[in-house]
């Protein structure tokens, strides 16, 4: 069995840390795009083009956060993706994709937006809910932590 990272959490450098995102997403592009924007903001990112591949990232090493493109003909492994990560014990954040704004968009202003995959004024925007989303998952995490802790000291006396 291999050995999984701790806590979805990748050295860069010495003594520093960064969250592990887990990206599933089926098209290339936009698998590439995202993770360089991930990337490029700092955190250590895995990515998967399908189901059966984010499941086995899931068994073997830990992660902070996943991530899954929601299109509609991946709706039903998206949920099977996250509902595996929430089995987990080590219990990531998960989180579904989706390009409801840029769809929105493409509609209304023609084919230019639509080539976007990720519009520039989105990025500010998406990084600000995974920072979020990385922040609820480490205070859920520590009150888990204290109720343990309270639990086991409460026994002792």
Known sequence: MAVRQKAGLRDRAPGLEVARVLLVEGDVAAR???????EASG????SAASAPEAMDKLEHDEYALVLCGLHAD?????????DHARAQEYKPATAYLTAS???AASKREGSKTGRLLIEP??????????????ADRA??????????????LVSVN
């Open 32 to 38: 590439l795009t995202l993770q360089a924007v991930l």
């Open 43 to 46: 955190y250590a990112v895995d």
């Open 74 to 82: 991946t709706r039903s492994e998206c949920r099977r993706v996250v």
């Open 101 to 103: 704004g840029l769809e």
């Open 121 to 134: 004024q989105e990025v500010p925007a998406l990084l600000t809910k995974i920072a979020d989303l990385l």
């Open 139 to 152: 205070a859920g995490r520590e009150r888990r932590n204290m109720r343990r802790r309270h639990a086991e």
